[in-house]
């Protein structure tokens, strides 16, 4: 605990001295002026300002008077109200000073330093130099959008300004919302090998640390630390400078307070308390006597009220007792002196004092008052010494009587100054001090040093502390005059109040008047004792307890004329008197103000003469100096006043309502606790001046409760505090009358219940409930983002106790429930019309229809969704868990608040949706939205809202499908209408176009997530028969153009395929390879049950497989026409027509073989290059190759009885070898190929060869030119492929 020095403290009271003589001048002019303008100074005031007013003023006039009367009444409201706070400042002080009943709680939760609004300005600016990159903090992606999310949510939120502008936003609690925040999106991250995530959560919390501090010193903060640490403890001029400021006391006006009250005589104090509970005890007996009693509940407890007041004052007086006469340390400080060597080390044990443990019992022994002193006995030089060699070695000795010797150092006979110490102590009030000067024996057979002198000091505790020569009786060995310096300083103990000689006469005691040495001995808090003491004796001679005794002013007592003293006072009991007289009139004052602290009496002895010479007494005029300066500035009353007549229980309202509002506007966030300090005053005041523990609650809840319904934070645990003492006080534990005698006092150990009480808490209960339910229904904006931690839930608890009736019967939990309900159905109102004004929604409700378009309202609306559903998230992320914890059943509530809210949505949403165009379809974002919040959410799943959700927009989903479905039938029309089948992704742009729009329809509907399992089979079986139909329209008009183009081209070898067909094919093959993703089913439960009557992936593939066969089909026979064109021409040659002979004439060689080859490589070529699928070509490619074998195969059948014309073999060989050649390289396979048809075409071309070189021997040299290569290739054809790939490379 801090202790400033007295050093600081005298210079200070010095310096405010000074500079406040002008302050208190000034001070007195004003009370002066204020004195003058009141009551009957009016006149007079009024008479000084001009010749008299008319009989009828003017209304001006009369408006001034009034003006000046109520400054007049404000100036002395103004100064009752000082009046008030001063003198409540002296009971506070007074509390400080001498504390007996509490003490400052050390096991207080420590607040947090609060958050203003100018710290909030620039936490947010610090947030934002961070977002735009301007500080040197290295962040990484997922950091920044933490903080990002922080501050859009948190630090920019209404709900935040409005916490700290209440008083309740610490640094803490921003600090622990990041670090909830920041928990669930690192749990979300994915593992990472070597990091652990609670090293990612410690980083980013330093982080946020460095970007919340800016920055700050770093220094700082032991500062702030310090700080708190004294808000744990204060010392009592900390206590001292808050209450001054509490009360607004200027600092001069506690100092003469301070000095006036002798707040620094513990003694004074303790005699204070003891005279108030004298008069509470008085005060009490004579309500009792008049019967002077307040309202009770019940009238049998009159008597309970008296007993419980003497009570109170007997445990106060107990607490009194209890606490130790010796307060402080004894022990001495030590400085540039040494110890004395312990010349004796026998040493005397001293007696230690006996606690008295029965109160009533008036007789003491000797033990209750035995005093422990401590001497310091100094030896500084001795001066005379000249008999002596100036190199003898001199030293001395001390002792108490009856006590241990020690020894100084040695030091030379020509400087003998030692500057020592020793330390002893006694249990005589008159001890003898003895010191000796010693040489050293310079014969060998001496065994003692020579006594030089020696010295008898009588010594007493108020003996002068200063060194003193002292003459010394020297012996035999030494013939000089010697003197010592020494100082003796006698400490008094705690228990020793006064001491000193007196003059004596009473009637048991002290008989004989004569001279004493009387010392007043407290022996406890209670009990004194006046004893007297004889030199050199431990024990007193005679004692008399002062319990009883009044002391006071007397005359001179005729029977001591002569005899000795002065000035007397006298000691009166009933049956007993004695009278003391002292030679000095200032030492009979300190003896009469010492014995009336001691006897603790109501009348305070006044001096019968007023002093006109000037006081020598120190003590004396400094406490006449401090009450003269109390009476100048009008500040003596209050001193003086006498606190049993002083309403306590208002002036403590009073205190604790200022001190509140302080509490409140400090540095901490306090939320209505109040610091130790406070705690221990208002504690000390309550239990010293009897203020009932009931009233002090209400008083208490009473400001709380104001507070809170001005917007200021309060703890909610605190009030509960409040309200269980004083519900406890009220309703005790049975409404029987009888019981509550019998069972006596409650824990407050009050059993009495005033009528005013019981009123002031019923109207407190009430409005309790009324606040308790406002923050329930607004528990979003008075607990924001479920700060401060745990109030919410503590609420909840408060509610439920204040709803019952007493405090054993527990309400009802229906009852609770129902109150809750209630208020959470308000706080969906509220917190939808909060929601709604800042989306800009009900501000524009009336102007909707004239002003706002639909499409703006729709994006409103939408908007609104979204901060609904942040609403609900925040409220289950912060505000569930305290509701749940609280009531196992408040889950449900939660669940209907969360259905109401959506209802009074859906109203807004119906209205927004009914304004909308036919049609259209930009509402779907908004089911979306709603529907996936509402899925994933168990307890709103299927619930009313959702309900009501798939109400509204199953129609319009229904329709959207049916206007698409008629969409793409019309575009599949005009589509192929129109379309040129020019190549466009996998098919032709109206093909891509409805697989497009029927891809996306379904991705649309399946996005939708409709919560309706049933409707979402019947859409999903829908969208797949609609997908499989259009696609069987699309390709029924593409085989039908197909065919169209197919008999465009001619039969001669100069046809070539049309891009487009390949198009055409392209189409169906991507209609095809679409139709599993588009047609199939989704598996799911009810996929059983249809799976074999509604498989529309099946039957399209078959369509379009047939379709695809009906296209080879018309293509092979297209093609196969050419091959049949070629060899009708042939046919011309055969032998025995007209036109053979005729032909040959023209010396044909081999150009329809070669036209039909250019006319099969160009096509073959087409078709690589413009149809999609590989192994679709490849299998036109392979029945291409067939057909023309075959037809070949069968034109030479038609001719086995004839032989070939030469041009017909040289024509046939080539189609032949370069149809196996060029489909070989398409890839068509080995087997179908090397076919039999293939063999046998080759087995009569190689005939037919032979044939022809047997008839034609005269062209024999040519034709063996003509065939040389083909003859080989011919001949190594029906071996294999190997010969024919030779025969190509010689053609």
Request: charged content about 25%; overall charge negative.
């Amino acid at each position: 605990m801090r202790e400033p020095s007295s050093s600081e403290e005298e210079s200070e009271n010095e310096t405010n001295d000074d500079e406040n003589s002008d302050i208190l001048s000034i001070h007195n002019n004003v009370d002066q002026k204020s004195l003058s303008a009141s009551g009957e100074n009016l006149s007079v005031v009024s008479h000084g300002r001009g010749p008299p007013r008319p009989a009828s003023p003017s209304p001006s006039l009369i408006s001034d008077r009034e003006k000046a009367i109520e400054d007049t009444e404000k100036l002395e409201r103004e100064e009752e109200e000082r009046k008030k706070r001063l003198q409540l400042y002296v009971f506070v002080m007074r509390c400080i000073a001498y504390p007996f009943n509490a003490k400052q709680p050390t096991d207080m939760a420590r607040r947090q330093t609060k958050v203003t609004k100018q710290q909030l300005q620039t936490i947010k600016e610090r947030f934002v130099a961070f977002l735009n990159g301007e500080t040197s903090i290295v962040a990484d992606e997922a950091f920044t959008n933490a903080v990002q999310s922080y501050y859009e949510v948190f630090l920019k939120s209404d709900r935040v300004a409005t916490m700290v502008k209440s008083g309740g936003c610490s640094a803490n609690d921003f600090r622990e919302v990041f670090k909830n925040n920041i928990e669930k999106r690192v749990r979300s991250l994915p593992e990472i090998d070597g990091l652990s995530k609670e090293t990612v959560l410690s980083s980013w919390m330093t982080k946020f640390d460095a970007i919340f501090r800016g920055e700050e010193d770093p220094r700082k903060q032991p500062q702030r630390m310090s700080t708190a640490a004294s808000e744990l403890i204060l010392s009592k001029e900390q206590l001292y400078e808050m209450f001054q400021n509490i009360l607004g006391v200027k600092k001069y006006e506690h100092q003469i307070l301070y000095n006036a009250c002798q707040l620094d005589n513990a003694d004074e104090q303790a005699a204070q308390v003891r005279r108030e509970l004298d008069r509470r005890l008085q005060l009490t007996e004579q309500m009792s006597r008049m019967r002077k009693h307040p309202k009770f509940v019940v009238k049998e407890m009159e008597s309970m009220y008296m007993d419980e007041l003497k009570s109170a004052i007997n445990l106060l007086m107990a607490n009194l007792e209890s606490l130790p006469v010796s307060k402080g340390s004894t022990d001495s400080t030590i400085s540039r002196l040494q110890k004395l060597k312990r010349y004796n080390r026998a040493q005397h044990s001293s007696l230690s004092k006996m606690d008295i443990n029965d109160e009533t019992d008036s007789g003491l022994s000797k033990l209750d008052v035995v005093l422990s002193f401590t001497l310091e006995v100094h030896v500084v030089e001795v001066k005379g010494l000249k008999s002596l060699a100036n190199n003898k070695i001199v030293y001395c000795t001390m002792e108490v009587e009856g006590g241990e010797k020690l020894q100084t150092d040695q030091a030379e006979a020509s400087k003998p100054s030692w500057d020592t110490q020793g330390d002893f102590t006694t249990t005589h009030p008159l001890p003898v001090v003895k010191v000796k000067l010693y040489t050293e024996s310079s014969g060998m057979l001496s065994l003692e040093d020579k006594e030089l002198g020696k010295v008898v000091i009588p010594v007493t505790a108020s003996s002068s502390r200063q060194p003193e020569w002292y003459r010394m009786h020297t012996t035999k060995n030494c013939q000089d005059d010697l003197k010592i310096k020494i100082a003796v300083r006698m400490d008094k103990p705690q228990n020793m109040k006064h001491c000193g000689y007196l003059y004596g006469l009473g009637k048991k005691v002290w008989k004989k008047y004569k001279k004493r040495y009387f010392v007043l001995v407290q022996v406890s808090q209670y009990t004194f004792a006046m004893c007297s003491y004889r030199e050199k004796k431990p024990d007193p001679t005679e004692m008399m307890q002062l319990d009883g005794f009044t002391v006071d002013y007397c005359e001179q007592v005729p029977d001591a004329e002569g005899f000795g003293g002065k000035y007397f006072f006298n000691c009166v009991k009933e049956g007993d008197n004695v009278t003391f007289a002292t030679d000095d009139e200032n030492e009979r004052t300190l003896w009469v103000q010492a014995i009336y602290r001691a006897t603790g009496q109501t009348h305070k002895p006044v001096p019968p003469v007023v002093q006109t010479n000037k006081i020598s007494n120190t003590q004396i005029s400094r406490m006449q100096g401090d009450a003269d300066r109390a009476r100048k500035h009008g500040l003596d009353e209050f001193v003086q006043a006498n606190p049993v007549m002083f309403d306590h229980h208002d002036l403590f309202n009073m205190l604790q309502t200022l001190t509140l509002d302080y509490r409140l506007n400090d540095a901490y966030t306090c939320l209505g606790w109040f610091s130790p300090g406070q705690v221990f005053v208002l504690d000390e005041y309550c239990a010293r001046y009897g203020v009932r523990g009931c009233h002090r609650h209400l008083c208490y809840l009473n400001d709380l409760l104001e507070r809170a319904e001005a917007g200021i934070m309060i703890d909610p645990t605190l009030i509960h505090y409040s309200f269980a003492f004083c519900a406890s006080h009220v309703h005790g534990n049975s409404y029987e009358v009888k019981i509550k005698l019998k069972r006596g006092k409650r824990p407050d150990g009050i059993g009495t219940v005033l009528l005013k009480e019981k009123l002031q808490f019923d109207e407190i209960k009430e409005r309790l409930r009324i606040l308790l339910e406002n923050q329930i229904t607004h528990f979003r904006y008075c607990f924001p983002f479920g700060r401060p931690e745990g109030a919410l839930k503590a609420t909840l608890s408060l509610l439920e106790r204040v709803l019952m009736k007493d405090i054993v019967t527990p309400v009802p939990p229906e009852e609770v429930r129902n109150v809750i309900k209630k208020c959470l159905e308000n706080a969906a109102l509220v917190n939808y019309t909060r929601i709604s004004e800042y989306a800009k929604i009900e501000g524009r409700k009336d102007s909707y229809n004239e002003e706002v378009s639909p499409k703006k309202r729709l994006d409103d609306v939408i908007h609104l969704a979204e901060l609904c559903i942040e609403v609900l998230q925040q409220n289950e992320e912060h505000h569930a868990e305290a509701f749940v914890t609280a009531f196992a059943w408040f889950s449900d509530l939660l669940v209907e608040h969360a259905e109401i809210f959506w209802s009074l949505f859906a109203v807004d949403m119906d209205s927004t949706l009914e304004m909308q165009p036919p049609d259209t379809w930009d509402s779907f974002p908004l089911f979306q939205l709603l529907n996936d919040y509402l899925r994933n959410d168990e307890n709103l799943s299927s619930g009313k809202f959702h309900q009501h959700l798939r109400m509204v927009f199953a129609p319009q989903v229904v329709r959207y499908v049916d206007l698409m479905e008629s969409s793409i039938a019309q575009s599949i029309h005009k589509g192929f209408e129109r379309e040129r089948w020019e190549p466009q992704g996998n098919g032709c742009a109206t093909s891509e176009d409805m697989l497009w729009k029927l891809d996306a329809l379904q991705s649309f509907i399946r996005e939708l997530h409709w919560p309706d399992e049933m409707f979402a089979d019947h859409l999903d079986h829908r969208l797949k028969l609609m997908a499989a139909d259009m696609i069987e329209a699309a390709a029924k008009r593409t085989l039908k153009s197909f065919e169209a183009w197919l008999r465009k081209g001619g039969k001669g070898t100069d046809y070539l395929l049309y891009p487009e067909m390949a198009v055409m094919m392209n189409v169906i093959i991507d209609c095809k390879n679409r139709a599993l993703h588009l047609c199939a089913l989704d598996s799911g439960e009810n996929m059983t049950l249809i799976e074999n009557s509604h498989q529309y992936h099946t039957k399209i593939e078959d369509f379009l497989d047939r379709i695809q066969v009906q296209m080879v089909k018309c293509l092979i026979e297209k093609l196969l026409s050419v091959l049949e064109s070629v060899l009708s021409k042939l046919a011309r040659y055969d032998e025995g027509t007209f036109f053979s002979s005729i032909l040959s004439l023209t010396k044909p060689v081999n150009e329809l073989g070669k036209a039909y080859v250019d006319f099969m490589r160009g096509n073959l070529d087409i078709l690589r290059q413009k149809i999609a699928d590989e192994l679709f070509t490849l299998s036109i490619f392979e029945q291409w190759y067939t057909g023309q074998m075959k037809m070949i195969c069968d034109w030479l059948s038609d001719r086995l009885d004839l032989s070939l014309h030469p041009y017909q073999l040289t024509c046939v060989m080539t189609i032949n070898r370069k149809c196996f050649s060029d489909f070989e390289l398409q890839g068509v396979p080995e087997n179908a190929l090397n076919a039999k048809t293939y063999q046998t075409i080759c087995s009569r071309l190689q005939v037919e060869e032979a044939t022809q070189s047997v008839t034609q021997s005269e062209n024999s040299s040519k034709t063996s030119r003509f065939l040389g290569g083909g003859g080989s290739s011919m001949g190594g054809a029906s071996s294999g492929t190997g010969s024919q790939a030779s025969g190509d490379e010689s053609d």
